[in-house]
């Protein structure tokens, strides 16, 4: 039997960083002309703040995988847009309808996480924009906000040879983060597990999979939980009860980027003109610290689990065909999705569909991350409980709603409604 998790309350210092003053050069949730990264008074290596008369103060990050590609490149992209270096692509909460909502600006966010690597944030970006992730130039006009960031990760675990039990795992990470948010005067640390996929765990097994110790701690601690990873996270009996008791917003799982987007814009127009889908086959070639993990048969299978969940939510069959993941290391960071779709139409007349989806997961994922990151932080602020089925948009197995990316885009909308109103 897997651990009681025990979940007592943590209070926050409300005190702030007595070296680091507030910044009265940015602005919450406003573009601006590009200018230099680093102007003369700045401070070089410092995470920003926000103006101490704003409403919103500093919000923390603390990702789980704190030192991948999808951290490195959302801890850039932040410092980057926040500075007025690049524009918000992809960063839905940047567009019209979520002004006003109350979200937690770039500016405000402070970043820091688990790892159980030990390659430093600006080494990381650099080996991004070498790889083509992040634009040229990037790594070095970001640097202090990487090096910032990279000094309030810790290490992670279990690792090899570790002999803590699951119950001192979650009370040494529960910590590492009371400290994060204690010693930044931080409002909230909104948790968000951008970790490698994990194997789904044994029905009998008696330790928690390392995703769950995260989101444990983040319960002890009093964070919300973001799990953008297929893992297992809060889906286990006892974490479900402990998180209903701590009363804290929670979203997940496994971020919807590329290949189960399609999916999920591409199934409603079947269903929508009666078209019968025969056959549903997919391919993923991939490289990259994804690659290695999902070359493991396992974690492959709880990846797939979210794909297929789409497909059967949507046109309420099971179709015939199987999703592989292929690791080609020589990809690196980028991947290639090919759909192959059967169906039928008018007087059973047979017709294909094939998709290619090209692109770089991390540069999508990063985006993704940040909205939710401010999302579930204004969704505690405001005081919201549970599963936020809400932010299904950007799930591949949401915690409940609509499977249709339309749909669930009208959803998010009028969750952005409102957490306007509650201001």
């Not at 932040?78 to 019209?96: Q, W």
């Not at 701590?246 to 814009?265: E, I, Y």
């Amino acid at each position: 039997m897997a651990p009681t998790i025990r979940c007592p309350s943590a209070t926050s210092n409300s005190g702030s960083c007595p070296h680091r003053r507030p910044s009265r050069r940015r602005r919450a949730g406003r573009r601006r002309t590009p200018r230099p990264p680093s102007p003369p008074h700045r401070e070089a290596g410092r995470q920003p703040v926000t103006n101490g008369n704003d409403r919103t103060t500093r919000t923390g990050v603390w990702f789980v995988g704190a030192r991948g590609s999808v951290a490195t490149t959302a801890v850039a992209g932040c410092a980057a847009i926040a500075a007025g270096l690049h524009p918000p692509n992809g960063m839905v909460t940047e567009t019209g309808p979520f002004a006003g909502s109350g979200l937690p600006p770039l500016s405000s966010l402070v970043f820091g996480g688990h790892d159980i690597a030990h390659c430093p944030l600006p080494k990381r970006a650099e080996a991004l924009v070498a790889g083509g992730v992040l634009p040229h130039g990037l790594a070095d006009a970001v640097r202090g906000e990487l090096a910032a960031a990279d000094a309030e990760i810790r290490p992670g675990g279990p690792q090899s040879g570790d002999a803590r039990t699951d119950e001192e795992l979650i009370a040494a990470f529960a910590a590492d983060m009371i400290d994060f948010r204690d010693r930044h005067g931080l409002a909230r640390v909104v948790v968000v597990n951008v970790s490698s996929t994990e194997p789904v765990p044994e029905p009998d097994a008696v330790r928690l999979p390392p995703s769950s110790l995260y989101a444990a701690a983040a319960l002890r601690a009093g964070c919300p939980f973001v799990n953008f990873t297929p893992s297992t996270g809060l889906r286990t009996a006892a974490l479900t009860d402990a998180a209903a008791a701590r009363g804290l917003p929670h979203a997940g799982r496994d971020g919807k980027t590329g290949q189960t987007l399609l999916r999920s814009v591409l199934a409603p127009m079947f269903v929508q003109r009666a078209l019968t889908v025969r056959a549903w086959s997919g391919t993923n070639l991939l490289g990259g610290g994804d690659g290695a993990a999902l070359a493991d048969p396992g974690a492959a299978a709880a990846k797939n689990a979210g794909k297929e969940r789409v497909l059967t939510d949507t046109l309420g069959i099971v179709p015939e065909g199987q999703v592989h993941i292929d690791d080609v290391p020589a990809l690196g960071e980028w991947k290639t999705a090919w759909d192959h779709i059967a169906f039928e139409g008018f007087l059973g007349s047979r017709m294909i569909l094939q998709t290619i989806w090209q692109g770089c997961d991390s540069a999508l994922a990063a985006p993704l991350v940040l909205d939710l990151a401010r999302l579930v932080a204004r969704a505690h602020e405001v005081g919201l409980t549970g599963p936020l089925p809400e932010l299904g948009f950007y799930f591949k197995d949401p915690d409940g709603g609509p499977a249709a990316l339309s749909e669930q885009f009208e959803a998010l909308l009028s969750f952005a409604d409102r957490l306007r109103e509650a201001r």
